[in-house]
C-alpha cells in the first residue's frame, strides 16, 4: 500500500513539475532584415513590436533581431529565409523578387496610395487578405504596409518640368517604378535600397526614388542636393512590405503564445508600421533641412503631366497579368477602391 501511494505521488509530481516545464518554456523569435538599426521602420515599429511581444508573453518569447542581413544573404533572399525556415521572422519587401506577388504589384502602381502610410498600410492589409491571402500561404503574415510619399533625390537641382528626367540615370525599388522612371524620361536602374548609397557615390545613378524616412538611415542627404516630392493627395509610387513569420515555427507555438503573436498581427500591426513610415518621413525631412538642400514640390501643371505620362503603366500591367492567368482589371479595381477608402478615410 505504501509502495502504491509513494508511485502515485510520484507520478503526480511529475505531472506537476511538466506542467511548470511548459508554462516556463522559452521561445526564442530571430528576426532577419535589411536596413540598418537606425532606420525608422526598425527603430519604431521592429524593436517596440519586439519587446511588446516578449513583455506580453511574460518573457516566455525571446525576440533577437538582426539587422543589415546579418544572418547572411542578400535582401531579395529574406522571404525564401522565413519560408525555409532560415529565420523565423523577416521584413522584406515583396518587390525584391519580381514576378512572384503580381496581386501586389497593384498597389505599386503610379499614383494609386494616398501619402499617408498609415492609410495605405490599412488599405493594404485588406487588399492582400481580399486578394493575395493565397500567394502568401506559405508564410505566417504578421503585418502587410507601405511607405509615404516616393521622392525624387538626386544631384543638382530638383526636378522643375519633365525635360528634368532626359539623361537621368535614377534608381528604382521596383519594377514597376522603373517602367514608371523610363515613362517620365529617365533611365532606370534598379536595386535594393542598401545599394543605393554607393550606387550614388560611384555615379552609377544620378538619383533615385526613395521615401524621406529612410535618407538619415541611408545618409542620401550627404550625397545629394535636391528632394522632389510630388504634389497632391496620391503618391508617385510605393512598395509592398511584408513582415513575416515561419509557418510552422508559428503553428509550432503554444496556443497561448500564438495568442500573442495573433495579439499583434493584422491590420492595427500592419498601421502600426505605416505610422512608424509617417513619423519617420518627418526625421528625414528636418535631417535634410539642417542639411540645407533643396526640397521641391512638384506644382500643379507639372504633377498632372507625370500622372498623364504614367497613365499607360496600368492599362499595360493589367494586360500582362491577365496573360497569366489573373483578373487584372478586377485586381486593379480592387486596388483602386481600397486606396479611395483609405484616402477618404483620412
Known amino acids: 500500500m505504501r509502495r502504491r501511494t509513494t508511485l502515485a505521488l510520484a507520478g503526480a509530481l511529475a505531472l506537476v513539475w511538466g506542467a511548470g516545464a511548459a508554462v516556463a518554456q522559452e521561445v526564442t523569435l530571430r528576426v532577419h532584415h535589411f536596413l540598418s538599426p537606425r532606420g525608422s521602420v526598425p527603430l519604431n515599429f521592429i524593436e517596440p513590436w519586439a519587446q511588446k511581444v516578449m513583455d506580453e508573453s511574460g518573457g516566455r518569447i525571446k525576440v533577437e533581431i538582426y539587422p543589415a542581413m546579418q544572418l547572411g544573404g542578400a535582401p531579395p533572399t529574406l522571404y525564401d529565409q522565413v519560408k525555409d525556415g532560415v529565420v523565423d521572422i523577416v521584413w522584406t519587401l515583396t518587390s525584391y523578387t519580381p514576378g512572384r506577388f503580381p496581386e501586389t504589384e497593384a498597389l505599386e502602381l503610379p499614383f494609386m496610395t494616398p501619402v499617408s502610410a498609415e492609410a495605405a498600410s490599412r488599405a493594404a492589409w485588406t487588399f492582400v487578405q481580399e486578394n493575395a491571402a493565397q500567394r502568401f500561404s506559405d508564410v505566417h503574415l504578421i503585418a502587410v504596409h507601405m511607405h509615404g510619399p516616393g ?23 521596383s519594377r514597376l517604378s522603373s517602367k514608371l522612371l523610363e515613362a517620365l524620361g529617365a533611365t532606370p536602374v534598379s536595386m535594393p535600397v542598401p545599394a543605393f548609397p554607393e550606387a550614388l557615390s560611384k555615379g552609377v545613378v544620378d538619383g533615385g ?16 542636393d535636391s528632394h522632389t516630392r510630388i504634389g497632391g493627395d496620391t ?8 513582415f513575416a513569420m515561419n509557418k510552422a515555427r508559428y503553428e509550432g507555438l503554444p496556443a497561448d503564445l500564438r495568442a500573442v503573436i495573433d495579439a499583434n498581427s493584422g491590420i492595427e500591426t500592419s498601421a502600426w508600421a505605416g505610422r512608424a513610415m509617417d513619423s519617420g518621413d518627418l526625421v528625414g525631412i528636418g535631417v535634410i533641412e539642417k542639411r540645407g538642400n533643396i526640397i521641391a514640390t512638384t506644382d500643379e501643371a507639372l504633377t498632372a503631366q507625370l500622372a498623364e505620362a504614367s497613365r499607360g503603366i496600368a492599362d499595360a500591367w493589367v494586360a500582362e497579368v491577365t496573360a497569366a492567368g489573373l483578373d487584372g482589371a478586377a485586381l486593379l479595381a480592387a486596388a483602386r477602391a481600397t486606396m479611395a477608402a483609405a484616402r477618404a478615410a483620412q
Open 235 to 242: 503618391a508617385l509610387y510605393n512598395v509592398t512590405f511584408v
Open 151 to 173: 521622392v525624387i533625390h538626386k544631384k543638382g537641382g530638383p526636378i522643375t518640368s519633365m525635360d528634368d528626367f532626359k539623361g537621368l540615370k535614377l534608381r528604382g525599388p
Open 209 to 224: 526614388v526613395i521615401p524621406f524616412e529612410v535618407v538619415p538611415a541611408l545618409k542620401v542627404e550627404e550625397l545629394v
